[in-house]
């Protein structure tokens, strides 16, 4: 536990306390060996059985997303059989303190800081593996961005405002980008990730290994998916207008501002809120992101 007798997702008692629970419910023998050091709002830990099989134990310290954990397994099942990169869930339930797990198969690879050229190509090859699957119609990006821009686009323009001089600019600049191409209507059918970020890209061998932290994955337009990896650090201005060109051609550019504008202002409420240094040293990219799409809205 923390200080605050708050739980902790490096708290090793509590992991160990989860994969006991698991072995248990699952008839698994796994033992826990290491954390993995990524990551925000989940744990990640390295697991190993008596036969030398290796996983990884994900559990949330939010309560109320078991359900979601549980509800994803069906999702990701369904985009493997269709081909689709990311790992297999051996296993998935909620521990009696109510935190939700999933122990997944271990594959090869690394995230990579660096976007560039060659790395953005695999990942659009990737990205528009995302149409058509259609993984959860219940549970829709497209339905929810939309609303939540029709209702608190306002509000999440002045919560960004408050964090800063750069927030500010970010704020106004988002305001500019929706006014240049106004509301529409974002297409549905396709796999969204929720959170398709190079920290949850795995690389090996010059292709693209595995799609992590997917628990969030929904219906929806793969635009989303596109607009979250141009949130993202450490992308070459190459791979920018790769990422960009590719995104528009989905939906149109529209789509990919209006997209883009949710996930900005989302996240620089976000890394405020948690105090995230890395994301508030990375506001000022995020603005200049937004002064690309202007640009090319005044190109159209």
């Not at 695999?122 to 959860?136: K, N, Q, S, T, Y």
């Not at 939309?146 to 704020?171: F, I, N, V, Y």
């Not at 960009?244 to 989302?266: I, K, M």
Request: aromatic content about 6%; glycine content about 10%.
């Amino acid at each position: 536990m923390s200080e605050n007798n708050v739980p902790d997702r490096a708290d090793v008692r509590i992991t160990r306390a989860v994969l006991r629970e698991a072995n248990y419910a699952h008839d698994t023998q796994f033992l826990l060996d290491h954390r993995f050091d990524d990551g925000v709002q989940s744990g990640a830990w390295r697991l190993t059985d008596e036969t030398g099989l290796q996983a990884v134990l994900k559990w949330s310290l939010d309560r109320g997303w078991a359900p979601q954990i549980e509800r994803a397994a069906a999702g990701v099942a369904k985009i493997r059989a269709a081909g689709y990169p990311t790992p297999a869930w051996l296993a998935v339930g909620t521990s009696t303190d109510g935190f939700g797990y999933q122990v997944q198969e271990l594959v090869p690879g690394h995230s990579r800081r660096q976007v560039g050229a060659r790395e953005a190509q695999l990942l659009i090859d990737v990205l528009e593996m995302h149409a058509g699957l259609d993984p959860d119609p219940q549970r829709c990006w497209s339905q929810f961005v939309t609303a939540r821009m029709a209702d608190r686009a306002a509000e999440l323009r002045q919560q960004a405002a408050k964090t800063g001089p750069t927030g500010l600019a970010l704020a106004n600049a988002c305001g500019r980008l929706l006014a240049a191409y106004g509301s529409g209507t974002l297409p549905t059918g396709d796999l969204v990730h929720g959170d398709f970020r190079p920290a949850n890209i795995l690389f090996h061998d010059a292709h693209v290994s595995g799609v992590i932290d997917i628990e969030a994955l929904g219906s929806g337009t793969r635009v989303f998916d596109y607009a979250t990896l141009l949130s993202a650090d450490g992308i070459t201005p190459e791979a920018i207008e790769l990422l960009c060109t590719a995104g528009e051609q989905v939906a149109g550019r529209g789509a990919l501002a209006y997209c883009f504008a949710h996930v900005a202002l989302d996240l620089a409420v976000f890394v405020h809120q948690r105090n995230l240094r890395p994301g508030i040293e990375n506001m000022g990219k995020l603005l200049a992101r937004v002064a690309i799409l202007l640009n090319r809205a005044d190109g159209a």
